[in-house]
């Protein structure tokens, strides 16, 4: 199959699941698609042994074969997701938040990792087969980042204060670059392939991080000189389009984080300078081209994970280990954003107590998590893990997303959130 039969494949069925959501279930979009590829998927996979004279799974794993997930989504799509939830971020409460926002993506992603890492090391004996300490931390690094797709999608209809808004959006673009970083040097550890000393590691990470941070500013700076240029609202997409794929594939070849790139670049649309250079017809247009292509991509990439399940085949260890994983990445969700934001916690306990209930329950997984996952070496360690991340990734978008709404207002109710645009967390 070719390259446009495929997208037009996938955009026939993502229009198919968005219109039967629509009218069936009316979940938010993404995760009403995600349901039903879910239940075709299930569907395909009981109905295979009726048909023993054919596998009614070889067609759709070949397809997705010649999709390659983790090759189209972390090399491709993932830099205008990025881009296009950095633009949505409130510059102003991100700038006052930055130590929290840092403290998150860097200190709590590796505090994540770690304490992932060992409860997984401790408990897998006791589900029947050990697994080595350095595929935990493979486990970690692949479950440590929260999904930007899906928390900022979430975002937008939750109505959280906008000093929280900002902490929760930050977190998720950058945590997962610094997530990135950390799989790649672990995987290779795991796999035998490479010895890493701890000034290796930090050397990787400075060269990735911040390197990547660093060139995100250059060209985003480079960008709106471009934009300066013409007062055409087409060729600002354009721009922002070369912008967002320039920037992520240059910073690949420098050997940074193109994640963390993008997203700085991103962001770049979003401060006074940006504003000044752009007007508001100019700026809403743009912004309309970008949440199509967002919203395009986040449906396309939610029926991708659910047929994704095709591709899985669970033994009865991986079951039980997801449903031991599943209530522990939550446990190690909350300790590593408490342990990450301890001092901020120790001046106001009784107020940030919401806060933290929110970054918990909110750390939503997604394509990213499932993207590396899928990209594991084939063996035995990939057949125990995938199932894992995968269990872990849509108990989190269905489950936790699903119940987001709820907890949000329970704990922020919306006549009390222009109360609370100024609470500092």
């Known amino acids: 199959m070719d390259t446009i039969s495929l997208i037009a494949l996938l955009l026939v069925l993502s229009a198919l699941f968005s219109i039967a959501n629509k009218r069936i279930l009316r979940l938010p979009n993404t995760i009403g698609v995600l349901v039903f590829s879910l239940l075709t998927s299930l569907a395909i996979m009981m109905a295979n042994p009726l048909v023993p004279a054919h596998d009614l799974r070889a ?93 900022v999608g979430m975002l937008a209809r939750l109505g959280l204060p906008k000093p929280l808004q900002a902490i929760f959006a930050g977190e998720s673009l950058f945590n997962d670059g610094v997530a990135v970083v950390i799989f790649g040097v672990t995987i290779g550890f795991a796999t035998g392939h490479e010895s890493v000393t701890v000034a290796e590691v930090a050397t990787d990470f400075v060269r990735e991080a911040i390197g990547g941070a660093l060139l995100g500013m250059l060209a985003g700076g480079a960008g709106l000189a471009l934009l300066r240029l013409t007062r055409d609202s087409h060729i600002d997409l354009l721009v922002s389009l070369a912008l967002a794929t320039g920037t992520f594939s240059v910073a690949n070849m420098l050997g940074m984080s193109g994640a963390i790139a993008v997203v700085v670049a991103g962001m770049s649309l979003g401060t006074h300078h940006a504003h000044a250079i752009l007007d508001r017809p100019s700026r809403d247009e743009l912004d309309i081209a970008w949440s ?85 070496p084939p063996g035995e360690m990939r057949d125990l893990l995938l199932p894992i991340c995968y269990g872990v990734v849509v108990f989190t978008i269905l489950v936790q997303g699903l119940t987001m709404e709820r907890v949000a207002a329970r704990l922020y109710p919306p006549e009390q959130n222009h109360n609370t645009d100024q609470e500092r967390p």
């Open 292 to 376: 199509l292509i967002d919203e395009i991509l986040n449906v396309m990439l939610f029926l991708l994970i659910g047929f994704e399940l095709l591709e899985i085949d669970a033994k009865a260890f991986s079951l039980l280990a997801t449903l031991a994983i599943i209530p522990l990445s939550i446990m190690v969700r909350g300790l590593s954003v408490f342990l990450a934001m301890l001092p901020v916690y120790l001046r106001d306990w009784s107020r940030k107590r919401r806060m933290l209930t929110v970054l918990t329950w909110g750390g939503l997984r997604g394509g990213i998590s499932v993207s590396l996952a899928l990209g594991l």
């Open 59 to 151: 067609l759709p794993r070949s397809i997705l074969g010649a999709i390659n997930l983790p090759q189209s989504f972390l090399n491709g799509a993932l830099c205008l997701l990025l881009f296009a939830g950095a633009m949505q971020v409130d510059l102003a409460h991100l700038r006052s938040r930055l130590a929290a926002v840092t403290a998150l993506s860097i200190l709590g992603t590796v505090l994540a990792v770690a304490l992932l890492a060992i409860s997984a090391w401790l408990i897998f004996p006791w589900l029947g087969t050990s697994v080595a300490f350095s595929w935990c931390i493979v486990l970690g690094a692949i479950l440590a980042p929260t999904d930007p797709v899906s928390v």
